[in-house]
Antibody
Framework: EVQLLESGGGLVQPGGSLRLSCAAS????????MSWVRQAPGKGLEWVSL???????YYADSVKGRFTISRDDSKNTVSLQMYSLRAEDTAVYYC?????????????WGQGTLVTVSS | EIVMTQSPATLSVSPGERATLSCRAT??????LAWYQQKPGQAPRLLFY???TRATGIPARFSGSGSGTEFTLTISSLQSEDFAVYYC?????????FGGGTKVEIK
C-alpha cells in the first residue's frame, strides 16, 4: 500500500524558514517523480515544486528562489526547504507521487501538513 | 503559464441526475489533462489522466472527454459520495497548473 506521510508544518513568522518532509512507502520511490502541492485555506490547489527521479527540479514562479526541493532515495523521503516565508505561503502542503508515463499527474497524495505564516 | 478555467464554480445537482463540468485552457494542452476529486478534509484523488482514461477504481459513471483547450467531466448519475470539489490539471507544460475547481453540491 502506497503511503505518503508529511511532517514539519507549523507556525512561523514572516521571513522565517521551515523544512517539510514526506516519508514514502509501498512503491519503488527512486523510480518516481515527487511533488509538493499546496492549498491555501478555502482555496484551490497550487502546484509548488517537483523533483524527478534523476534529480531535475521545477518550481512555481511564486516560490522560485525561496523554496528548495530535494530527495533522499536511500531513506525514501522528499523534502521542501522553505525560506523567506510570506503570509501568502500559508496553506496545507501535500506531498504527491507522480503516476508516471507521459507528463506529471498525481496518483497518490499525503494527508497534508499545515504551514501558517503569521506574526 | 497556461491558465485553466473551470465552470461553473458551483453546480447544484439532485442525486441521480447528470452533472457536466467544464475545464478550459488558455492554450492547447493536447490530451495532457487530469481530473481530481477532493472531499472536505481529504487529499485530492486522481479520477482521470490523458483527459479520458479512468484511474484505478474510478466508477464507470464518471467519464472524461476533450482535447486541445476544451475538456469535460461528466458524472452520469450522481451518488451521495460524488458531492465534492473537482479540479482539472494540465501537464502539457511547465508550470503545472490547476483549475480553480467546481464544487458539486446537493440541490
Amino acid at each position: 500500500e502506497v503511503q505518503l506521510l508529511e511532517s514539519g508544518g507549523g507556525l512561523v513568522q514572516p521571513g522565517g524558514s521551515l523544512r517539510l518532509s514526506c516519508a514514502a512507502s509501498g512503491f519503488a520511490f527512486s523510480s518516481y517523480a515527487m511533488s509538493w502541492v499546496r492549498q491555501a485555506p478555502g482555496k484551490g490547489l497550487e502546484w509548488v515544486s517537483l523533483i524527478f527521479s534523476g534529480g531535475s527540479t521545477y518550481y512555481a514562479d511564486s516560490v522560485k528562489g525561496r523554496f528548495t526541493i530535494s530527495r533522499d532515495d536511500s531513506k525514501n523521503t522528499v523534502s521542501l526547504q522553505m525560506y523567506s516565508l510570506r503570509a501568502e505561503d500559508t496553506a496545507v502542503y501535500y506531498c504527491a507521487k507522480d503516476f508516471g508515463g507521459v507528463g506529471v499527474k498525481f496518483d497518490y497524495w499525503g494527508q497534508g501538513t499545515l504551514v501558517t505564516v503569521s506574526s | 503559464e497556461i491558465v485553466m478555467t473551470q465552470s461553473p464554480a458551483t453546480l447544484s445537482v439532485s442525486p441521480g441526475e447528470r452533472a457536466t463540468l467544464s475545464c478550459r485552457a488558455t492554450q492547447s494542452v493536447s490530451s495532457n489533462l487530469a481530473w481530481y476529486q477532493q472531499k472536505p478534509g481529504q487529499a485530492p484523488r486522481l479520477l482521470f489522466y490523458g483527459a479520458s482514461t479512468r484511474a484505478t477504481g474510478i466508477p464507470a459513471r464518471f467519464s472524461g472527454s476533450g482535447s486541445g483547450t476544451e475538456f469535460t467531466l461528466t458524472i452520469s448519475s450522481l451518488q451521495s459520495e460524488d458531492f465534492a470539489v473537482y479540479y482539472c490539471q494540465q501537464y502539457n507544460d511547465w508550470p503545472l497548473t490547476f483549475g480553480g475547481g467546481t464544487k458539486v453540491e446537493i440541490k
